[in-house]
T-cell receptor
Framework: AQTVTQSQPEMSVQEAETVTLSCTYD???????LFWYKQPPSRQMILVIR??????QNATENRFSVNFQKAAKSFSLKISDSQLGDAAMYFC???????????FGPGTSLSVIP | ETGVTQTPRHLVMGMTNKKSLKCEQH?????MYWYKQSAKKPLELMFV???????ENNSVPSRFSPECPNSSHLFLHLHTLQPEDSALYLC?????????????FGPGTRLTVT
């Protein structure tokens, strides 16, 4: 069975600085999708960025980028120029294309210090 | 309304009550999900429906009873709950199959069992 691990329960970053959130996963599949979701306090969970496993190029969305290492089964999220609005829980998630189940990691709580 | 909506947003119920949570998606998706989010625990998948058919029941106790009358609506019927069932219940939807894989989440229902 697939598993997703986020080894950093809490992290903090100074405003305007860069922070990297870690995620590792375990799977025997060769094709899958990885996601980072953001859940601000008392607000809706939203998708931050997505990576297809067959793509070697790392996904980028504005200030958010990933470092996808397929052989190492690692999928870290880098947030550049951190803003106060980035403070949230961040969840790493894995999805197989063969079924509709998404597996979430335990989450990392990110604080942004003004 | 757009996106995924959930009602009620907050619910307090006694252990002998019967209540229902409602989820509605306006995105044209065909897969819908119930998740339980408890403090300090990973997001727990409860049920998955694909084209109104239940495709996943993650060993959820029978005091939780899902219903999916069509691809746009999902209910979670609750009866004789326990205090440990207090949590945030999230609904999500997505497209199924080889089209798109990210999930769109509702704001959640904060359930307190007294």
């Amino acid at each position: 069975a697939q598993t997703v691990t986020q080894s950093q329960p809490e992290m903090s970053v100074q405003e305007a600085e860069t922070v990297t959130l870690s995620c590792t996963y375990d799977t025997s599949e060769s094709d899958y999708y990885l996601f980072w979701y953001k859940q601000p306090p008392s607000r809706q969970m939203i998708l931050v960025i997505r990576q297809e496993a067959y793509k070697q190029q790392n996904a980028t969305e504005n200030r958010f980028s990933v470092n996808f290492q397929k052989a190492a089964k690692s999928f870290s999220l880098k947030i550049s120029d951190s803003q106060l609005g980035d403070a949230a829980m961040y969840f790493c998630a894995y999805r197989s294309p063969s079924y509709d189940k998404v597996i979430f990691g335990p989450g990392t709580s990110l604080s942004v210090i003004p | 309304e757009t996106g995924v909506t959930q009602t009620p947003r907050h619910l307090v119920m006694g252990m002998t009550n019967k209540k229902s949570l409602k989820c509605e998606q306006h995105l044209g998706h065909n897969a819908m999900y119930w998740y339980k989010q408890s403090a300090k625990k990973p997001l727990e998948l409860m049920f998955v429906y694909n084209f109104k058919e239940q495709t996943e029941n993650n060993s959820v106790p029978s005091r939780f009873s899902p219903e999916c009358p069509n691809s746009s609506h999902l209910f979670l019927h609750l009866h004789t709950l326990q205090p440990e069932d207090s949590a945030l219940y999230l609904c999500a939807s997505s497209l199924s199959g080889l089209i798109s894989y990210e999930q769109y989440f509702g704001p959640g229902t904060r359930l307190t069992v007294t």
